[in-house]
């Protein structure tokens, strides 16, 4: 089974508009983070957003904020006040387990190709 | 400024040639890092991780005598893909946890 489910493999958004990019995760684990990426097409990962399985507030930063339900196991993106420069691909991704060493690794979704149109 | 350096961004070489990717933390000590593959239009996937001073740790498919990787020092780590061939281009990107902005800008690799 997929940890990370990005069903939307492409959307389209007015510019100034917000958009909701989403994603679920499985996991047994109680401690878990969960991240959100922007790849332009240059290739680089631009790292967004993090949420803590056990921050009980949504993280925001900037135009960008986690809708966590953590009960729905979801991590959805919602981005608002789209800009053009926000065309690119979005991959939500898990890091499971205790911090430390190789648990730090990332298990990435496949991935949401976000344009947005003037 | 990019504190995660990766070089080259991209390369095309010949088949059967072994071409060498590099990943240096700039201003910060990376006792691990990880190397992920990404084809066209699909995700990031975890190839191995690399320890300073031990073995990398390959995940399950990745073959260890095609994808060597060396963590030669705190602030160095590279794979090199040994006798590529055209089924090897790909995007290779690394990164230096704990941080999650700390990955490289990537590597087009392009065997002809």
């Known amino acids: 089974a997929q940890k990370i489910t990005q069903t939307q493999p492409g959307m389209f958004v007015q510019e100034k508009e917000a958009v909701t990019l989403d994603c679920t995760y499985d996991?047994?684990?109680?401690?878990?983070?969960l991240f959100w990426y922007k790849q332009p097409s240059s290739g680089e990962m631009i790292f967004l957003i993090y949420?803590?399985?056990?921050?009980?507030q949504n993280a925001t930063e900037g135009r960008y904020s986690l809708n966590f339900q953590k009960a729905r196991k979801s991590a959805n993106l919602v981005i608002s006040a789209s800009q053009l420069g926000d065309s690119a691909m979005y991959f939500c991704a898990m890091r499971e387990g205790v911090s430390g060493g190789s648990n730090y690794k990332l298990t990435f979704g496949k991935g949401t190709l976000l344009t947005v149109n003037p | 400024g990019a504190v995660v350096s990766q070089h080259p961004s991209w390369v095309i070489c010949k088949s059967g040639t072994s071409v060498k990717i590099e990943c240096r933390s700039l201003d910060f000590q990376a006792t691990t890092m990880f190397w992920y593959r990404q084809f066209p239009k699909q995700s990031l996937m975890l190839m191995a991780t690399?320890?300073?001073?031990?073995?990398?740790?390959?995940e399950q498919g990745v073959e260890k005598d095609k994808f060597l990787i060396n963590h030669a020092s705190l602030t160095l780590s590279t794979l090199t893909v040994t006798s590529a061939h055209p089924e090897d281009s790909s995007f290779y990107i690394c990164?230096?946890?704990?941080?999650?902005?700390?990955f490289g800008d990537g590597t087009r690799l392009s065997i002809l």
């Open positions: 990164s230096a946890p704990p941080q999650p902005q700390h």
């Open positions: 949420q803590g399985s056990y921050d009980e």
């Open positions: 996991t047994s684990d109680q401690s878990y983070g």
């Open positions: 690399s320890n300073e001073g031990s073995k990398a740790t390959y």
